[in-house]
């Protein structure tokens, strides 16, 4: 299975690769111990991901990352992380799979909890 496999594809827009400022998050060395976030030197990559190409896999791994931001958000009291990780997904990813999936699914369900 490719790594593509299961992915809802849509059209790439435009990328922007790293972020230096995140609205209300004044501690970005915190941000920066997010599993799924890397540190380029010159500003942060909010989603840094490899699909394995196994759905379930990438789904299960999607999920630990939701549990990661929700647990982030609710101990800065502060979900505006939230918004600059979902535009970082929609403009860098070519695609949506099991990894994204996942990730939204935990953090919806931490809405109705």
Known sequence: MTPDAGRVKFEKSEIRNRVTFIPGVGDLDAVKRLPFVKD????????????????????KTGRAHGEACVAF????????????????????????????????QTIAEATIR
């Open 73 to 104: 958000m609710r101990g800065e009291k502060n979900p505006a992380i939230l918004f600059t990780i979902v535009d970082t997904i929609v403009r860098r990813a070519e695609a949506i799979g099991g990894i994204e999936c996942g990730f939204f």
């Open 40 to 59: 380029e030197g010159a500003g942060l990559n909010l989603w840094n991901v490899l699909p394995s190409g196994d759905w379930a896999a990438d789904n």
